[in-house]
C-alpha cells in the first residue's frame, strides 16, 4: 500500500513538469541589436509580445522602411532585429519569381542577384542579373510570361477543371481536365476531356452536352447527326461549317469574338443546341479626321491592340498617333516621337 502512494506522489510531482513545459510558450530574451536602439526595453519578453526598432545613423533595418517590428514567437524574434549599412540592400521585390533556398536577408553594396521566375515566365530579354547599388538595386529583371505559355484556360459551359487550382499563367505542355455536371458529356460522350497548352495555345475546347440517364442507368445517345436538325443555324458576322458527323463548328469574322461554345450538336430531340453569338471586338479610327495624320481611310484594330499611325512630316522626327483598343473604346495619343513613345505617350 505504501509502495502504490509513493508511485502515485511521484506521478503527480512529474505530470505538473511535463505539462508546464508543453503548455508554456518560452519567453523571449532581450535582442542584441547592433548600431540600433529599440523600445520597450524589457529583461524579457511574452509569446506574441512586439517590439519596435530604429538605427543609428548611416544604418538602417533590414526590412523595407527606417523602422521595423519584430515578434516574439516561442523564445525567438520573428524576424530577427538587424540594422545594416545604408550602402546595403534587402532583398530585391521582383513578381513572378522563385528565389533560391540560399536567399539572404540582406546584401553587401557591390552584391549580384540571380533569379530564376516561375514556371510559365522568362526574363525579358535574357537578363537575370540585379546588382546592388548603395543600397537600391539596379538592372532589376523583369519576369513576363513565357511565349509558349498560356493564360487560364477558357470557361466551358456546364463544366469545372478538376485537376489543377486556379493561375494566371500555365506553362506550356500544361493539362488541365475539365468534368462535365451530371447529366451531361462531353461531344465524345464521355464525363471528362483534358486540353494542353501548345506554344501559347490551348488545344481544342470541350463542350458539355445534356444527356440525361435512362432509368436502367444506362445513358441515351446525347446527339444524332447534324443533317437531322435540318437547316444550319445562322450567326450574325459568323461562319458556320460542318466540321464532322455529329457536330458543327462556328468560327468569327475578323474584329468580332466568339461568346459561347465553338460547336453545335443536334440533340437526339432534333433541336440544336446553344448557337454561340459573334460580338465586335475591335475599334476604328478615322484618320481623315486628325489633320496631322496622313490619311489613310478608317483603320480598325482588335481589343487590346495597340497600332502605330504615322503623322505628317512636320517634325524634326518621324512622329505616330498612339491608338490603344480597349472594350471597344479607342484612346489616341498626340503625335509622339520615338522616345516620347518609350516613356509613355499614352498617359
Known amino acids: 500500500m505504501m509502495r502504490l502512494s509513493y508511485s502515485s506522489f511521484a506521478l503527480l510531482v512529474w505530470l505538473p513538469g511535463i505539462l508546464n513545459a508543453q503548455g508554456t510558450p518560452e519567453l523571449c530574451s532581450v535582442p542584441t541589436l547592433l548600431n540600433g536602439y529599440l523600445v520597450p526595453m524589457k529583461n524579457s519578453y511574452q509569446q506574441h509580445e512586439k517590439i519596435t526598432y530604429a538605427c543609428e545613423n548611416g ?18 524574434w520573428s524576424p530577427q532585429p538587424l540594422c ?55 538592372n532589376v529583371p523583369v519576369c513576363e510570361k513565357s511565349k509558349d505559355a498560356c493564360t487560364e484556360p477558357p470557361q466551358i459551359a456546364y463544366a469545372v477543371i478538376i485537376n489543377k487550382e486556379h493561375q494566371e499563367v500555365f506553362p506550356g505542355d500544361s493539362e488541365v481536365t ?12 464521355a464525363k471528362n476531356k483534358s486540353i494542353f497548352c501548345i506554344a501559347g495555345n490551348w488545344t481544342e475546347n470541350p463542350t458539355c452536352i445534356y444527356s440525361p440517364e435512362s432509368k436502367d442507368g444506362n445513358t441515351k445517345p446525347a446527339f444524332v447527326p447534324v443533317e437531322n436538325c435540318g437547316e444550319f443555324p445562322i450567326v450574325e458576322n459568323g461562319l458556320v461549317e460542318k466540321s464532322e458527323t455529329l457536330a458543327l463548328r462556328v468560327r468569327c469574322q475578323q474584329f468580332y469574338k466568339l461568346y459561347g461554345p465553338e460547336k453545335v450538336v443536334c440533340y437526339n430531340s432534333n433541336k440544336w443546341s446553344a448557337i454561340p453569338t459573334c460580338k465586335a471586338n475591335y475599334c476604328s479610327v478615322n484618320t481623315n479626321a486628325y489633320l496631322d495624320l496622313i490619311p489613310a481611310g478608317v483603320k480598325f484594330m482588335t481589343n487590346g491592340e ?18 490603344w483598343c480597349k472594350n471597344g473604346k479607342a484612346t489616341v495619343s498626340r503625335c509622339c516621337n520615338r522616345w516620347q513613345i518609350s516613356t509613355g505617350c499614352l498617359d
Open 178 to 189: 475539365y468534368q462535365c455536371k451530371d447529366d451531361y458529356v462531353t461531344e465524345e460522350g
Open 306 to 323: 495597340i497600332v502605330e499611325l504615322e503623322c505628317k512630316d512636320i517634325f524634326l522626327f518621324t512622329n505616330h498617333r498612339v491608338v
Open 84 to 138: 545594416i549599412e545604408n550602402s546595403a540592400c534587402t532583398p530585391p521585390i521582383i513578381t513572378n519569381v522563385k528565389f533560391k533556398e540560399d536567399s539572404k536577408s540582406w546584401y553587401k553594396n557591390g552584391s549580384k542577384k540571380w533569379v530564376t521566375c516561375n514556371e510559365g515566365y522568362s526574363t525579358k530579354n535574357f537578363h537575370a542579373t540585379a546588382l546592388c547599388v548603395n543600397g537600391n538595386w539596379t
Open 59 to 76: 544604418y538602417k533595418p533590414a526590412v523595407e522602411g527606417w523602422w521595423a517590428e519584430s515578434v516574439c514567437r516561442n523564445g525567438q
